[in-house]
């Protein structure tokens, strides 16, 4: 046989082994023609949705048919289309083609979007039937309890309705009812009282300790504001030593760090999966309910975010320095101290910064399961159906966390910018710094207070913390057990999906109103601009967990509300990030395009969108990302999926239960972040 008659043979065999190969396998056909991500791609969605299909149609009986005596659901005709799709690609891949991917993008969607529609509980009628509900707590949200009016002998509410009329008749000279601050105000701002003394007041006013003493009750959200700092400097204090250990540059250098480096990196992914309001609920029992709690747990979760972070840079230094060093003599720590030091501080600063931003919004809903700050005063309130208190504290959050965001931009902007630094300082840059230094100290000082810091319970932990860890740790494996755990999983996962796919189409066109080099052109368009990044920078300032109790209110207690809360904060981020990549893009296609005569909507379609396609997909995927931690936590205030269930182990002290929950939670983000960072790598 001639080399050509074998080539041709060869040919033929690949063209009928691979698609034989991928019928009988999903993938394994494209795996053979050496393209293996595709083809492990193809296998992974084709398993996932198997799966999918029999637990949809077990637990729910979505799909459900019944042909003669056997059950089953036309949802496996979709999925069979799609295998069918997965010959046809390794076949025309043997003809050095490939089938059309939108086909497949299609029909999974199909399959998945079904299930997470029934499986999310998604009922489009309540928002029409229960709009009722909608429109009363609406009513109570934009009026929140600032302000009361002294009528018929008793305090009430003032709305702004209430306020514009007191001013008015104010202005015009004629008699109005009193109006002054609510308690409400004292409640979340602080008020004049009593206070118990602490080593603090003992110092400065010669009482005793625990002693009942006139002073300034501390308002909620100045309690959590002291948690978000505290929680920040705490960590970054821990993370700095941490991240060198999970810096591989750095531990190659060390005999036995490369062990190091993997143990270090394994404990830091799994921390940082576990949500910061999970780790409140381990540590009440440490150390009770109460602000330190707060700070405790957040403190955790920032300790492994920002050692990654941290570490991440350290390992993207320029090595010049280090080999000049070495070079040299220099020792190890030297290496660190003159060729690493220089280098990430200004990095460090600006992840810390970020942090901070971050441990802020964490803060202001640690409250709900340890009991302090401004998330416990919402519990409350909601549980009580106080809904003009629980938006006054709302809107003092979003004010609080806008004000944060703008500050720590400004600060790492200031930070990373590339500027030379003054060769000596001045009288005035020394004073200023003084200055600095005893206000950061007094600053330490008050939130060490406020936040009841108390080292004595740290190293002191309750009686049952060590048989809590134990049952933790004792995870209960019971078929039972974790079928209810998966099911709520697939849930969380399901919500986090609906909200990612939901906030971001509603996004989309918003996003093309908020880029600045779209609009701003004119006074009107200007105007628009100002609104739609003003509504996203409100919307995103407050967490989801806050947002569920007015959809709970709307639309009943269950994964529906709580995938409507998670849609309500992807908007608002994914129509931000949106529109500054967009703000990013090159203007010459623009420009060229608009020379042709094009109009407005055929500028955006063949010279934006070409552009922000993958900075776009790159986004989504890091939101749902997202969405999946915190559609992890949402259960806790009505929001449905795993964090409900977890919330009921812990309530009824089944810890060995609960232990099971978190093992799942951190298996799964870990498995979704890995894979979406992949994705990303592969695609964006």
Avoid at 4 to 21: C, E, G, R, V, Y
Avoid at 59 to 78: F, H
Avoid at 202 to 207: A, D, N, P
Avoid at 567 to 581: H, P
Wanted: proline share 4%; hydrophobic share 50%.
């Amino acid at each position: 046989m001639t080399s050509t008659s074998k080539q041709k043979s060869n040919i033929m065999k690949s063209t009928l082994f691979a698609p034989l190969l991928s019928l009988i396998i999903p993938g394994s056909g494209q795996m053979a023609l050496k393209k293996p991500w595709r083809g492990f791609t193809v296998f992974i969605i084709t398993a996932v949705l198997a799966f999918l299909v029999e637990w949809g149609l077990k637990y729910y009986e979505i799909g459900k048919m019944t042909i003669g005596g056997w059950t089953t659901s036309w949802l496996w005709i979709p999925l069979i289309l799609f295998w069918l799709w997965n010959v046809l690609d390794a076949y025309l891949i043997s003809k050095q083609k490939t089938a059309p991917v939108i086909v497949a993008v299609i029909l999974a969607a199909t399959v998945l979007y079904l299930i997470a529609w029934i499986v999310t509980d998604i009922n489009l009628d309540r928002l029409v039937t229960r709009f009722d509900a909608a429109k009363t707590v609406a009513t109570k949200v934009v009026n929140p309890d600032y302000f009361q009016v002294y009528s018929n002998g008793e305090y009430k509410v003032c709305g702004w309705k209430c306020l514009w009329e007191y001013v008015s008749a104010k202005v015009k000279d004629e008699p109005a009812p009193l109006v002054s601050l609510s308690d409400n105000v004292g409640d979340i701002f602080g008020r004049k009282g009593t206070i118990t003394a602490t080593w603090w007041e003992k110092l400065t006013r010669g009482v005793q300790i625990g002693e009942r003493i006139p002073g300034f009750e501390t308002g909620k959200l100045i309690e959590t504001i002291a948690i978000g700092l505290m929680a920040t400097l705490f960590s970054t204090i821990f993370a700095i030593p941490i991240s060198f250990l999970a810096a591989h540059n750095i531990m190659s250098h060390v005999p036995g760090g490369k062990l190091i480096y993997y143990i270090v990196r394994t404990l830091l992914n799994i921390v940082r999966a576990v949500d910061t309001v999970v780790w409140g609920l381990l540590i009440i029992v440490w150390v009770g309910l109460g602000s330190f709690a707060g700070v405790i747990a957040l403190t955790i979760h920032s300790v492994a975010a920002l050692a990654k972070l941290y570490s991440e840079e350290i390992e993207h230094i320029d090595p010049g320095p280090v080999e000049a060093i070495e070079a040299t003599g220099g020792n190890f720590f030297q290496v660190i101290r003159y060729a690493v030091i220089p280098q990430i501080i200004p990095s460090f600063l600006s992840y810390t910064l970020l942090r901070w931003d971050i441990n802020m919004r964490s803060a202001t809903v640690i409250g709900f399961v340890a009991g302090g700050g401004i998330g416990f005063f919402v519990l409350e309130t909601i549980r009580v159906g106080g809904y003009q208190q629980y938006a006054a504290a709302l809107w003092a959050v979003a004010v609080v966390i806008i004000l944060v965001d703008l500050i720590s931009s400004k600060w790492r902007n200031r930070i990373l910018e590339d500027k030379p630094r003054a060769a000596q300082k001045t009288t005035w840059s020394k004073i200023r710094s003084l200055i600095y230094l005893i206000l950061g100290v007094a600053a330490f000082i008050y939130c060490w207070n406020v936040t009841s810091i108390n080292l004595k319970n740290l190293f002191n932990p309750g009686v049952t913390f060590g048989r809590l860890l134990k049952d933790f740790v004792s995870i209960d494996l019971s078929p039972s057990v974790l079928a209810g755990v998966t099911k709520q999983m697939i849930t969380t996962i399901m919500q986090a999906l609906m909200a990612t796919t939901l906030g971001a189409i509603v996004a989309l066109p918003f996003s093309f109103l908020a880029a600045k080099n779209l609009t701003g052109k004119s006074r009107f368009s200007a105007w628009i601009y100002v609104i739609t990044r003003g509504v996203f920078n409100v919307l995103r300032s407050i967490e989801a967990l806050l947002y569920v109790a007015i959809f709970v209110y709307w639309v009943g207690i269950g994964p529906f509300a709580g995938m409507l809360a998670l849609a309500i904060t992807t908007f608002a981020l994914i129509g931000k990030l949106f529109s500054e990549a967009i703000e990013n893009i090159d203007t010459g296609p623009i420009e060229a395009v608009t020379a042709t005569g094009a109009n407005k909507l055929q500028m955006i379609i063949y010279a934006i969108v070409p552009q922000i396609t993958p900075p776009f997909l790159s986004y989504l995927i890091y939101q749902w990302d997202i969405n999946i931690r915190m559609a992890t936590i949402i259960g806790f205030a009505g929001g449905g999926g795993i964090g409900l269930t977890l919330n009921n182990y812990f309530g009824s002290l089944q810890y060995h239960k609960a232990g099971t929950v978190v093992a799942i939670i951190v298996i799964v983000v870990a498995i979704l972040d890995f894979t979406s960072a992949k994705i990303r790598e592969k695609f964006v």
